[in-house]
């Protein structure tokens, strides 16, 4: 059965089909940018827990938009800029306008200051992220990913707020010190994992799948405080990993070293065997 052009009928399913994969991921980048614009709505409202789960749900929809893409091999030029612009919104602009409504408003000049610092650190850390995805952006991230700032910063408004209330911390200045620390970790070189080739066919990913069923168990019982736990371990983990990568990048060139300095003793003690043989034997 053909239609009016000729073509089967199957190849106009095959079509559809591809078309329908082709806007999953970009239905979830556009529920990532919703969920960024009603993080700012309730932020104007003064909503801060809420605005802050808003921010937390967005990252989730980030990380399933780039998954979803790779698995039905439907990666784009059009999807990553689409992507790209998102993650400003929901993950820069949201968070900075949070945070500066939170606490740093009190601080006046500085207050401004230091979240627009974090807007920027993070508008630069995607613009890298885009210049090297296709070559460093693989199984580690250079620099704190901007989606783990902004999550850092809404864990840490649920966190406090559990803790004390809906009490707006007037100047407090660990507030001004984390915003600066996260601008930092964006712009650096240090190495996060990415977890993009995770293999789940590999015989670790048994013990995985109960490492993620203890985490989600976690999260149903206590929420806040098992994301801000996550959310803090992550932002460590870039400085551990630079540190055992140092201390193995030293231990590799100190043993290359030992090894070419054998190599040199050894040519050494040859020469001065061959030097004083006799002539004879030299020729033999």
Known sequence: MSDELGNPSGEVRREGIKRGIYLIPSLFTLANLLLAYLAIVK????????????????????????????????????????DSLADLVAFGVAPAVMLYSWSMASFDRIGWLATFLYLACGTLRLAR???????VEKRFFQGLPIPAAAGMIACTIL??????GPVFP?????????????????I??????????LNLRSRRSFFSLLLVIGVFVLVALEPVS????????YLASGLVEELV??????????KLRKQRTAVREAQQVLREKVHILPRGDQHS
């Open 129 to 135: 992220y885009n210049v090297q995805l296709h070559t």
């Open 170 to 186: 007037l100047r407090q200045w660990w507030v001004v010190g984390l915003t600066v620390l996260l601008s930092a970790l964006m």
């Open 245 to 254: 990568t140092r201390k193995h990048s030293k231990a590799v060139v100190a």
């Open 159 to 164: 966190f406090y707020t559990q803790q004390f």
């Open 188 to 197: 650096s070189t240090l190495p996060y994992r990415s977890f993009k080739q």
């Open 226 to 233: 098992t994301l801000f736990g996550i959310a803090v371990v």
């Open 43 to 82: 932020t104007l409202h003064h909503d801060f827990s809420g605005a802050s789960w808003c921010v937390i749900v967005a990252g989730l929809c980030d990380s399933m938009d780039g998954r979803l893409a790779r698995l039905a091999r439907a990666e784009s030029r059009f999807g990553v800029e689409f």
